[in-house]
């Protein structure tokens, strides 16, 4: 029997299942293993009842999805925003599953949140509306089963109040259940910069199989919040010259190369955290479109989605881009570069040092023992090199795009998985 093909009026998740019937054909995947690999192993609704501060009383949709938990507790964030609906978290969910699963990490993949607009809210409503939503999925989350993270509009209050509200259902201390928590309470050190780190990895990566010295090599960064910045520092502290960066005030470019020290704790000090106002001998100011199209071997953006398309892939004067923000490629840009033999790092791979720091997190939290930073790095950085090699190994050996590569790779370790476990449960 033909494999039952699923789609979606939603345009995430028909865009998650199109890609994955495409990837389960390229690979001959078992038709069983697409059935179940192509639906969720969970889906939960809840309703989340708030009294508001007026006394009336407000009910939320909220959801957790678990796609996968083949490889490991499914992980994935929690998003509280108006647009979050049960499909969108399939559609993310099942990415978190390819991710973690190309991260070699022991996880599977989930995704939720809340329907809100969580700035209508006061704080007061906020708590109580995360720890309610907390509290209904408490019976489907926990640090062996389903460990939520932050996620849009979600940071480490959310997870304290999560964290707090299941301790207290349960009787004890829950740290592992949630990760992206404060430091001072049960987080992890090297968070913050693990994004950027494990994208300059697969910079240096790339170099090193173009056998290009990294001494040698111009980059221009996209983007200088928290992946872009720590990205263009780790690769100044390599020895590469960073020509190039850009955040929401445009574009700053020095031939003889930014000073990334100076920039960040230019912004740091900036009340409104931008690069407005910074200078250095030889610097040039140009809008953000520019700055994208100035001479480098590196590109990276790590700002927004959809910043290259078939409006600017011509006019890009880089041999290579590394994503790390998600989705910086639209398809029609995807297609130019491609016929231009420009080599792209996909996002899946390149930003991944945030799921594998949230892994790590979880790690120190069931130990009750703490790394410091530099362990924290000694880590991230051979699983992110190990991850980039596979990537580019099955890219060269099947002569296709690191972008599907990467896709391909995540898919068969869930499959293999599956497989040996058989489909009991
Ligand atoms: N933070 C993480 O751990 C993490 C992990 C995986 C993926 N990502 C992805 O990386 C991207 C950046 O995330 P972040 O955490 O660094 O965000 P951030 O908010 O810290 O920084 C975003 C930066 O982009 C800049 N920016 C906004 N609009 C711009 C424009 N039009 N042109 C140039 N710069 C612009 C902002 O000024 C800011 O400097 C997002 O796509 C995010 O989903 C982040």
Redesign the pocket.
Known sequence: MAVQKRTSKNVLLATALENFYAAAEEMNLDEGLVEVLSRPERAVCVSVPVVMDDGSVRVFEGYRVQHSTVCGPAKGGLRFHPDVNLEECEALGSLMTWKCSLAGIPYGGGKGGIAVDPFELSPREREMMTRTFAARIAPFIGDWTDVPAPDVNTGGPEMVWIMDTISKLRGKLEPGVVTGKPIAYWGSKGRTA???LGVSTCVLELLKTQKVDPKTATVIV????????YNALFLQEAGAKVVGI??????YYCKDGIDIKAAKAF?EAHPK???DGYTQPGLVRMS?EEILEQECLVLSP????G?ISEKNADKLKCTYIVE?????IRPDGDVILDRRGILVVP?FLA?????I?SYFEWVQDLAGFFWTEEEYNNRLVPIMKDNFKRVWDYSQEHSVKMRRAAFLVAIKRVADGLKLKGFFL
């Open positions: 693990a994004t950027g996209q983007g200088f919040g928290n992946v872009g910045t850009s955040d929401i005030t445009g574009g912004v955290r931008i690069l953000g790590c700002a927004l989605e910043v790390g923000a998600n989705g910086p996002d930003n991944s040092g945030g799921v720091g």
